[in-house]
């Protein structure tokens, strides 16, 4: 088996104390990122912030709608943040890092491997006293922009089918149990890809700590067969929730890890891809 070249590590958790100290200090070069609708996102966020839709962030074509969006999207997406190279980039956002993971997956999609995630999010920036604001939010100036798409990230679905029957790959499928065992499905077909293993990505997250990302991870990891030594694929049902693993497999240290963005929405609309229950 050829073995990719892993992706930096270059990554970290903030937590809201720490994001406070920052951003008391201005800096031209940071993009403070709140993935969500902007209806929300009018409502409440934190100031200095630059709303990204989660909608900005897939291609939406089904059945597939959670994978990678045409160059041109998102060309228009990070000419629109004021993207440029050495930019950093500090995401978050209300639901506990599942969208602050897809775009963290985004930017490792375009060779951005450098990134801070706000723990917890919102919820934890508000719950420790955090000023918040109200309106359209940050509006830097456009830049020229020309991503060029990594391979290294993404997994697709002949990766996904080839790694069933290699012992040295994992398939992780952070939907719920129910999901996974075929008692509920977004597809075709209900179940699971065989040899994939379970760990629901809400187990990842302290709903009683403000969303912040369990402290024990990788033991919990570890108890549920997740062995992030192993060269890691991710998914879900749209690669939306598989946004928080695959940024959990990052902050880790994992550098070996993919996203499946095709998820269950490709594999379970699939007759001729095998299924387990």
């Known amino acids: 088996m050829t073995r990719r070249t892993a992706i930096s590590?270059?990554?970290?958790?903030?937590?809201?104390?720490?994001?406070?100290?920052?951003?008391?200090q201005p800096d031209a070069s940071r993009r403070l990122i709140h993935v969500t609708?902007?209806?929300?996102?009018?409502?409440?966020?934190?100031?200095?912030?630059?709303?990204?839709?989660?909608?900005?962030?897939?291609?939406?074509?089904?059945?597939?709608?959670?994978?990678?969006?045409?160059?041109?999207?998102?060309?228009?997406?990070?000419?629109?943040?004021?993207y440029d190279p050495d930019c950093s980039f500090i995401l978050y956002d209300d639901?506990?890092?599942?969208?602050?993971g897809r775009f963290?997956?985004?930017?490792?999609?375009?060779?951005?491997n450098s990134w801070s995630y706000l723990n917890g999010g919102i919820q934890a920036w508000a719950a420790s006293g955090g000023e918040l604001a109200t309106g359209s939010g940050a509006q830097p100036d456009p830049s020229a922009v020309k991503v060029t798409v990594q391979t290294e990230p993404l997994a697709t679905l002949d990766d996904v089918r080839a790694a069933i029957d290699d012992p040295n790959q994992l398939i992780w499928d952070v939907r719920s149990q129910e999901e996974y065992a075929g008692m509920r499905s977004g597809s075709a077909r209900a179940g699971h890809i065989p040899g994939a293993v379970n760990l629901d990505w809400l187990l990842l997250k302290n709903t009683a700590g403000d969303q912040r990302l369990h402290s024990d991870l990788a033991d919990l990891l570890a108890s549920a067969g997740v062995d992030l030594s192993k060269r890691t694929i991710t998914h879900c049902q749209t690669h939306h929730r598989s946004g928080l693993s695959y940024m959990v497999g990052r902050l880790l240290g994992c550098?070996?890890?993919?996203?499946?963005?095709?998820?269950?929405?490709?594999?379970?609309?699939?007759?001729?891809?095998?299924v387990a229950s």
């Open 9 to 24: 590590s270059q990554v970290d958790l903030i937590e809201a104390s720490d994001l406070a100290a920052l951003l008391a």
């Open 37 to 82: 609708d902007p209806a929300r996102f009018a409502q409440h966020h934190i100031p200095g912030s630059i709303n990204v839709a989660p909608g900005e962030l897939v291609a939406g074509v089904p059945p597939a709608v959670g994978k990678l969006p045409a160059a041109e999207k998102l060309n228009a997406l990070f000419a629109r943040v004021g």
């Open 104 to 112: 963290a997956w985004t930017l490792d999609m375009i060779g951005h």
């Open 95 to 100: 639901e506990g890092g599942g969208w602050a």
């Open 255 to 274: 550098q070996d890890i993919r996203a499946y963005d095709g998820s269950w929405a490709e594999w379970g609309n699939r007759e001729d891809m095998p």
